[in-house]
């Protein structure tokens, strides 16, 4: 099933590199610009930038070209070695494209475990932090200890594509209710972070870091999904299905029905989704 989405529900901690190149298109359609801009502008010459569960570099890729900066320097921080591996194959396929970046830049790999060495990162080495699609899998408990970690050094922050909740299809299905209540069961189940806060993320993220002498700007990011988009449609519902089946397997009757009946209006080219979003730009006061 697909892993790390803004939209369905992972397995504890295990990520699909063929997921994360589907889901980044939409990623980058979504993205707020505010936000984005706003965290530019907080950054000085010659940036030294974490990106925490970086992933395949996704983040890099969309933000570079867009800070307007020279000489920036990344450390892409994640606990999978797989996904780590994998950056440097999917670098060189993005700067074969064009435009080419206008400004130099350095990245590297840090293989972290988050929930246990989020401290080995001193955050006073950094001028920004970012991350995306994290914050919906992890507990209160680790976003309280992120956000104390940060103000050891406070820095600007961008966290982005945060799941919020909303989730709509057309045409809309009888059983929408019910898989979206599953869906948000599952998504409050241990992603090896504890329990996961889904939707209650960015609400929660932005009252922390406020209450802890930050600047918050929020924005939607949402994906649309159109009717063109089969391959985001069938990875979006089989993992809906899955994860439902793991909540609710004595609906199964429903959930493959729901699966089903999605999939064949995918296929007619009928189907469109929103997901919802929450981009996030915090500086300190």
């Known amino acids: 099933m697909p892993e790390r989405d803004g939209g369905d529900s992972r397995p504890a901690r295990g990520f699909d590199p063929y997921w994360l190149r589907l889901r980044s298109a939409f990623d980058d359609e979504a993205r707020a610009d505010r936000p984005t801009r706003l965290f530019a502008g ?16 996704a983040n890099l890729r969309y933000l570079a070209p867009r800070l ?9 921080a994640d606990h999978d070695p797989v996904l780590l591996d994998a950056v440097a194959g999917e670098m060189a396929r993005w700067e074969q494209r064009p435009p080419a970046l206008s400004h130099e830049y350095e990245w590297e790999c840090r293989r972290t475990d988050l929930v246990r060495d989020l401290g080995s990162l001193d955050p006073a080495g950094f001028d920004g932090i970012v991350s995306t699609a994290l914050f919906d899998l992890v507990s209160a408990e680790w976003l309280h200890d992120f956000v104390k970690w ?19 299809w057309t045409p809309s299905d009888p059983a929408d209710a019910e898989m979206r209540g599953w869906i948000e069961a599952h998504q409050a189940t241990d992603k090896g972070f504890g329990s996961g806060l889904g939707s209650h993320a960015p609400d929660l993220l932005a009252e922390t870091l406020e209450a802890n002498g930050f600047d918050v700007f929020t ?37 493959d029905g729901w699966a089903r009946c999605r999939l064949e209006a995918s296929e007619r080219g009928e189907l469109t989704a929103l997901v919802g979003h929450i981009d996030i730009f915090a500086r300190p006061r």
């Open 68 to 76: 307007g900066c020279a000489g920036q320097r990344w450390v892409l």
């Open 42 to 57: 907080s950054l000085p010459a010659n940036p030294r930038l974490l990106d925490l569960a970086a992933g395949t570099g």
């Open 150 to 168: 940060l103000v050891r050094a406070p820095r600007p922050v961008l966290i982005t594509l945060s799941v919020d909740g909303r989730l709509d």
């Open 219 to 255: 924005e939607e990011s949402d994906w649309h999904i159109g009717s063109d988009d089969a391959a985001m449609h069938r990875a979006l519902i089989e993992g809906y299905r899955a994860a439902a089946l793991e909540i609710a397997p004595a609906s199964a009757a429903i959930i």
